[in-house]
Every structure is written in structure tokens, then in C-alpha cells.
């Protein structure tokens, strides 16, 4: 029987048992003696080895099979699920994966074994700590901060031989959920659904320009068949973008991965929670949230949340909480990263701003609290020492916001001292075909992904005043700086001769500012595609559409451009 | 007319193995099921002459399908399948009313024999 064919199957689903085990050993960490998630593991283990021993990989039926015997004696022999256990399972989910990497590239398997196989079969949990004897009870009072990492009960169920079941038969399981594997679904290569998504947006492209052409036609009946097709195409756009969304559960495993790893090393203990795992995202912007993601929660954990003693000390349970949340808002993802920590203060952000010369006494002074956390935006703001002083906040901030600008999204920060920190990304559920703004600058077009763009005013000059020698405005209670576009693109100063000056409000290194366009040309649908090279070396430009009356305009990331 | 078959595993991959191989040897596959539930349901469904079925499943496992299979129809021809490490299971399988037993991985032409034995008696 040739097995070639099955490979890639194999790989997917392997990786698919890999993923659900590595949730399953974090969730277990808080939660040991849940039965189906050890039975879950139980499952998987033995999957994959059945899966790999089919290919005949040996390698892998040797790792997954001494998985499969460890979790055979912690759901039948008495076992504690610790952390060990957990150590070990996920050292052999690693080497799997690495495994599956090497036969992948069709490259002689590079990735040995070693000793795991062994120190699965031979594992032996660690004495239990020595507690006073008068105290039989766990410790579960939150004022007795525990080592992050004790292995929960492990000192009232004794150690066992693997040939002893000491434990009573295991209790009914509650019925895990089922994991629907339609028979009729159909696997499809993702360039064919780039070349789809492509397909549609040039459609859309085509649609604009007969409804461009109707204008000066003004024929009813070519009217009523484009009003038609573009109601047709939104279907198909719709559904194409769907084909494309992915749940965000897909990347989960990596944040569980990097919070566990980065709580054991800190050894603070805390409890990390994921909300809304089955809400979909373009799978690009997905891959492209990965490691923003990373940054926050490494923020919240490392420098947002405090020891175990300070928190007790100031009346918070020892245990702290890091939150992931995901959530649908009209056609946008609203993903929030939130830490009940010791939160950040305003005054010493913008402190540490002024003296690290970033900002001058006189900008500082104009400052809401609102944008003085968003500081920690700005380039230079922080470096490792730093941080602490300030309560935590800046590495990597500016990179994170500088990756959610790209992707056409915002970044917000709220946080209360001694309550916690929340960082909000909210970002387009789908890319290369989206709402823009369309301004005029000169004899230049241009559009702003309406994400970007807060809100649009058009102002009276005596509405604007001058601080030094900038000018600002007042919205909502906060004063604004005023940018001009048409100085970012090297293009003369517009004039307003009604004493109308237009503009829209974005967020830039942090700030909110007003940027003076010459016109607003109202909101478009776009079908943005690359700029290929040199025009994609040039900064400020995002890519580029075609209008329906068949004008180019590019995309412009005013971010980048200021 | 071809024998029908339900194929019973969790895994994807192995189901499409499996109906590989039973096809090319004239079987006729009608129908899939990735756990116990849904082999029970399908099997009330579309009353398939002949069901392999994996044991270690989530939801509800091979052997408890078994008896739920047997009790809707006792003469349902029934080969268990699972890995190394269940063999403990075949006899309490056979008890239930399993025809067989086959050990993964599979080796194509002792699955072939065993079919083919369970279906000719």
C-alpha cells in the first residue's frame, strides 16, 4: 500500500492531536484531576501513535507511545498530574513536531529522540514537600502563597508502582464536546483561497467602474443590473471572506505555551484565562497577531502583575489573572489583552517621557491621561530598567503598535493604578478588500483605512489655536495637534478659503492628531493590492486600488507617514 | 452487490485509509463516524452490513458503541480495530458480540483476510 499519499493528511491531523494537547496539559495545570481532559490526552497520545505507526514512523510511535503509557498511569494507576507530567507531555509534543518538520522537508528524520522516551517511561513524581505534620489539609488560603508550581494535592495521594492501581475506578466522565469531523468537508489549498479572495476584488474593481460609467450613461436599466451585481458581489465577498476567516483558537496553543513558561520563570502565580476562541479572523492578520500577542501578555506578566506577597498585601487574591479576550464589534475583531496588576500611572509615564527627552514640559502639559499611556507607544519610551520604574509597560510596545497599524487596526490603552492594565487592538476581520477614506491632497488622491481614522471634522480657523509653534484643537476636552498631509507628502500647503479647514483624527506615535487633508472625498470600498517594487520600498504607502473611474490611488499609512 | 461499510475512528487520517483500502477491494463504504455516538446513530441510519469500529474514542468509546450496535441489531457483523495496548479489549469485545479483532496498524491484507472470513460466516 503506498503510504505517500496519506502523508500530508497525517501531518495535519498529527499537528491537530499536537495542538490539543498542548492545551490540554496547560488546562490540566489548573485543573488536574479533570477526567476528560485526561482522557483527552490519553486519546491523543494514543491517535497519534496508531497515526505514525501506520506511516511507519518509527520515531514518532516511540515518543507518542511512552505519552499514551504515562497518561495510561495517571488516568488508571493513581498518577498525580503535576507538573512534571506536564513538562514531560509537552517536551514530547516539541519533539514531534520538530519530527514532523524533518519529514516535512523530505529530509532524513535529524531529530533524535534521545533520552525522552526513557525519562516518560521512568518518570517519578518529586517527594511531596515536607509540611507540618499537624496540617493535613492542601494549603488553599490565599494568604499562604504557594509556590507557583506545587503539585496540587500531591502530598495526600502517595506515590505508586505503575503496577498497583490504588485509586478507585475512575468516575463517570462528563462527555467532552464533540469534536465535529464532517465527512463532507473538503480540504483546499490556501493560495486558491488568496486567488479567490483576488478574483472577487477584482470584480468589485470592475462593478465600480460601470457604476462609473452609468453616471454619465444615467441608463436605468444598466443601473438596476449594477445595483444588482454589487449586491451579488457582497454576497460572494462574503462568503469568500469567510472561507478565509480562521477561529482564533488556531493560535491559542502559543499564548498557553509562552504564559505558562513565562509564569514559571517569573514564579508568580497566576491564572490565565481565553475567551472567545471560535471567533474568526482573516488568516493572515491571524499569523500576523502572533507575536504582538506574545508582547502584551509578556508585558502583563513580567512587569503588569505583581508577586504573590505584594498583591496579598494590598488586599488582591494571591492568585492573579491574565486575560485574552476576542470579540466580534460590527465588521470588526476586538482583541484585548487585560491583567488585574498593579495597572500604570499616568504622571510617571509622562515623567519618565520628559526626561528621556521625548517629549517636552510644554507637551507634556497638554497631555490627558489617555494619551499619556500611550507613551509607552512611542519609540525609546522604554527599556528594561525602565520599565519597572514606570510600572512595567513599553518593551516592544512601539513594535506592537506599529504591527497593528499595518494591519489596519488601533491600539488602545486603559489602566487604573493598583487595578490593572487593559490593551485593546481592534482590527479589520479581513484584509484586501476594505473601507477607506478617500482624501485629496494636491493633485493627489489618497485613502486611509477607515480603522484608522477616529472621526472627520471640518473646522472653523478660529476653532484652532497655536501652543509654541504648533497648532492644536480642541476635541472632546483634549487638545490636539494639527499635521498637515500635504507637508507629509512634500506637496504645497492647501489654502481654505471658506475658513473651512478639513481633516480626520488618527492615532499617531500614540497621540490622537488631527491630520489637515485638502478635501474630504468620502468612503470607498477598495480592493487594495501590493505595490510591488521600488513603490513598495517607499515609506507611508500601504498599497494600492483602482477607483471606478479607473484613477489609481494608493493607500497611505499616515503612521508611517508623519 | 458490493458489501456495505461503516468505518468508526477518530482520526481522519485512519478513516481514510481504511475506506481506501476497503474500497479498492470492492467494498462499498456508506458511511463514516469519528466517535461512538455518531457510529450508533449512522448505524441506526443507514443499516450498514458490515462496521469496523476504533476503540479509544472520545464521547463515547468503541466498546460502549459495541453494545449499543449489538442491542439494535444482534446480528450485526462488528471487527473491532485498535492499537497496541488494547488487546485486553478484544475479549471483552468478542463477548459483546464482536466478529473479530483487528490490530492497527494495518496490515492491508490481513484486513482484507478478516473481512472477508467475518462476511463469509
Not at chain 1, 491583567?339 to 497638554?366: F, H, T
Request: overall charge negative; glycine content about 8%; hydrophobic content about 45%.
Amino acid at each position: 500500500m503506498d503510504m505517500s499519499q496519506y502523508r500530508s493528511l497525517f501531518l495535519s491531523e498529527a499537528r491537530e492531536y499536537l495542538r490539543t494537547i498542548n492545551e490540554t496539559v496547560v488546562g490540566l495545570e489548573e485543573t488536574p484531576e479533570d477526567r476528560s481532559g485526561i482522557d483527552t490526552l490519553f486519546r491523543g497520545a494514543h491517535s497519534l501513535k496508531g497515526m505514525a505507526a501506520s506511516m511507519e514512523y518509527g520515531d514518532i510511535v516511540e515518543v507518542a507511545h511512552r505519552m499514551e503509557d504515562l497518561m495510561l498511569r495517571v488516568r488508571d494507576m493513581g498518577l498525580v498530574f503535576d507538573s512534571g507530567v506536564a513538562d514531560l507531555l509537552l517536551e514530547g509534543s516539541d519533539l514531534i513536531e520538530r519530527m514532523m518538520v524533518d519529514l516535512e522537508a523530505d529530509r532524513e528524520p535529524r531529530t533524535p529522540a534521545g533520552d525522552l522516551p526513557d525519562r516518560l517511561a521512568g518518570y517519578t513524581p518529586p517527594p511531596p514537600p515536607p509540611r507540618k505534620a499537624a496540617d493535613p489539609a492542601p494549603a488553599a488560603s490565599a494568604a499562604e502563597p504557594a509556590p507557583a508550581q506545587a503539585t496540587p494535592s500531591a502530598a495526600s495521594v502517595p506515590a505508586v508502582e505503575p503496577a498497583v492501581p490504588s485509586t478507585p475506578p475512575p468516575t463517570p466522565v462528563e462527555p467532552e464536546r464533540t469534536k465535529e469531523l464532517e465527512v463532507t468537508s473538503v480540504r483546499v489549498k490556501t493560495e486558491l483561497l488568496d486567488h479567490l479572495a483576488n478574483l472577487t476584488g477584482e470584480l468589485i474593481t470592475n462593478k465600480n467602474r460601470l457604476l462609473s460609467i452609468n453616471r454619465d450613461l444615467a441608463s436605468p436599466q444598466l443601473g438596476e443590473a449594477v445595483g444588482e451585481t454589487a449586491k451579488l458581489l457582497r454576497a460572494l465577498h462574503d462568503e469568500v471572506m469567510k472561507v478565509r476567516l480562521m477561529p482564533f483558537e488556531a493560535i491559542v496553543d502559543r499564548f498557553q505555551r509562552s504564559v505558562r513558561a513565562l509564569a514559571k520563570k517569573s514564579g508568580k502565580e497566576l491564572h490565565f484565562e481565553i475567551v472567545g476562541r471560535e471567533i474568526g479572523l482573516d488568516r493572515s492578520i491571524l499569523e500576523s497577531l502572533v507575536d504582538p500577542i506574545n508582547h502584551m501578555l509578556r508585558n502583563a506578566v513580567d512587569h503588569g502583575m505583581e508577586e504573590s506577597a505584594e498583591r496579598v498585601a494590598a488586599g488582591k487574591p494571591a492568585r492573579g489573572v491574565v486575560k485574552l479576550s476576542v470579540a466580534r464589534d460590527r465588521d470588526r475583531v476586538l482583541v484585548t489583552v487585560s491583567d488585574d496588576g498593579r495597572g500604570m500611572v499616568p504622571e510617571r509615564m509622562i515623567a519618565s517621557a520628559i526626561r528621556k527627552g521625548l517629549i517636552s514640559p510644554d507637551e507634556a502639559s497638554q497631555l490627558s491621561p489617555r494619551q499619556a499611556l500611550m507613551l509607552s507607544c512611542i519609540p525609546g519610551f522604554s527599556t528594561a530598567r525602565e520599565v519597572t520604574d514606570v510600572s512595567g509597560r513599553g518593551v516592544g510596545m512601539d513594535a506592537v503598535n506599529a504591527s497593528i497599524q499595518k494591519l489596519g487596526g488601533t491600539l488602545a490603552i486603559e489602566s487604573e493604578p493598583g487595578k490593572g492594565t487593559r490593551f485593546t487592538l481592534a482590527l479589520p476581520m479581513t484584509i484586501a478588500i476594505i473601507h477607506a477614506l478617500v482624501v485629496q491632497c494636491g493633485p493627489i488622491k489618497g485613502a486611509v483605512p477607515v480603522t484608522a481614522v477616529l472621526r472627520t471634522v471640518e473646522l472653523r480657523r478660529h476653532q484652532m489655536t497655536r501652543v509654541g509653534n504648533r497648532s492644536v484643537f480642541n476635541l472632546d476636552g483634549e487638545a490636539l495637534p494639527l499635521l498637515s498631509l500635504n507637508r507629509a507628502l512634500g506637496l504645497p500647503l492647501g489654502r481654505f478659503p471658506d475658513g473651512i479647514v478639513p481633516l480626520f483624527v488618527t492615532e499617531a506615535k500614540g497621540r490622537r492628531v488631527g491630520i489637515v487633508v485638502d478635501r474630504l472625498l468620502g468612503q470607498h470600498e477598495l480592493f487594495i493590492k501590493p505595490l510591488g517594487r521600488p513603490l513598495s520600498k517607499l515609506p507611508g504607502l500601504g498599497g494600492g486600488a483602482v477607483l471606478g473611474d479607473g484613477e489609481l490611488i494608493t493607500l497611505l499609512d499616515v503612521a508611517d507617514l508623519l | 452487490m458490493a458489501t456495505t461499510v461503516m468505518v468508526v475512528d477518530d482520526s481522519l487520517f485512519m478513516r481514510k485509509m481504511l475506506r481506501d483500502l476497503l474500497e479498492e477491494q470492492g467494498y462499498q463504504v456508506i458511511a463514516e463516524a469519528a466517535d461512538g455516538n455518531e457510529a450508533v446513530a449512522r448505524f441506526r441510519e443507514k443499516a450498514p452490513e458490515l462496521v469496523t469500529l476504533d476503540i479509544v474514542m472520545p464521547n463515547k468509546n468503541g466498546l460502549e458503541a459495541l453494545g449499543e450496535i449489538m442491542a439494535l441489531d444482534p446480528a450485526a457483523r462488528v471487527v473491532m480495530c485498535s492499537a497496541v495496548g488494547q488487546e485486553s479489549m478484544a475479549q471483552e469485545a468478542s463477548l459483546a458480540g464482536a466478529k473479530a479483532f483487528i490490530l492497527k496498524p494495518f496490515n492491508p491484507e490481513h484486513v482484507v483476510q478478516v473481512l472477508r472470513d467475518v462476511c463469509g460466516g
